[in-house]
């Protein structure tokens, strides 16, 4: 059992959290609003507990829960406090007329944010492909993750493992721009051919069997 800490008190963070004290881990939820940390906390699990925004979190994984406009800020804002700490960005850098991602050419949400880290914290993307109503909803979803940090990357898959989600690394932090460019086709693909934004993007590791066939065959 661990802490884990996730600053923010909205939707995403309502949603890891559930999953994160249904495998039994302590959930610590921090918003500059005390009083939306408590009813958030409260919300997730009877165990779950608030801290203090801008102090060391209690977690040594900690979920930046927060829009990417101001993600850069917030870890400025903490800057030492974060000393030591994986931090997972699970923001989708996307424009809001959904035209393309607000980051600069040949980067990342995550190489942006990763910049800004003073402290010896190192940065991991995770969960910007899972719909937070999807994540909620339970089930093995695929949880893919980019990160630099051979032992950061470990502790992340560890405990997405724990959340009963199949993590799956892509690479390193610069791949961080293919999921959050995946993240951006996710919205356009509810928005237009699934018609819906009930699905999750999984990946079928295995599934051609037979690659002496014309046209190939699948197990399903
Ligand atoms: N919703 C999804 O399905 C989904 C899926 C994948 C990734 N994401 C990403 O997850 C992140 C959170 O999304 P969400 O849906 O949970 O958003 P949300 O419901 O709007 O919650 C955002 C949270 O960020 C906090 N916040 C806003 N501005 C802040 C600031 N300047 N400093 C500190 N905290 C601030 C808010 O705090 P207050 O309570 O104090 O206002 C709120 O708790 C976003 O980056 C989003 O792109 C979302």
């Known amino acids: 059992m661990s802490t884990i800490s996730i600053i923010g008190s ?81 923001t989708n850098p996307i424009a809001s007329d959904l035209s393309g991602l607000v980051t600069p050419d040949g980067s990342s949400g995550a190489q942006e944010i990763a910049k800004g880290v003073m402290s010896d914290a190192h940065v991991v993307k995770a969960f910007n492909t899972i719909f937070g109503h999807v994540l909620a909803g339970g089930g093995r979803l695929d949880a893919f993750f980019a990160a630099d940090d051979t032992d950061a990357k470990a502790r992340v898959s560890t405990f997405l493992e724990s959340l009963e989600l199949r993590p799956l690394d892509v690479g390193g932090l610069h791949m961080a721009q293919t999921l959050e460019a995946l993240g951006l086709m996710m919205i356009g693909l509810a928005k237009n051919g699934a018609g819906t934004w009930d699905f999750a993007m999984n990946v079928d590791i295995g599934g051609i069997t037979d690659t002496s066939s014309p046209a190939g065959s699948h197990r399903r």
Not at 12 to 27: D, E, L, P, S, T
Not at 32 to 40: E, G, H, I, T
Not at 63 to 68: D, F
């Open 10 to 90: 909205g939707k995403m963070a309502a949603a890891i959290g559930g999953r994160i004290a249904k495998a039994g881990h302590i959930v610590e939820v921090v918003s500059r609003d005390p009083a939306k940390a408590r009813a958030r906390a409260d919300q997730i699990a009877a165990g779950a507990i608030t801290g203090m925004y801008g102090a060391a979190p209690a977690g040594d994984i900690v979920i930046l829960a927060v829009p990417y406009a101001h993600a850069a800020a917030v870890v400025a804002e903490y800057g030492n406090a974060l000393d030591g700490k994986v931090i997972i960005d699970i």
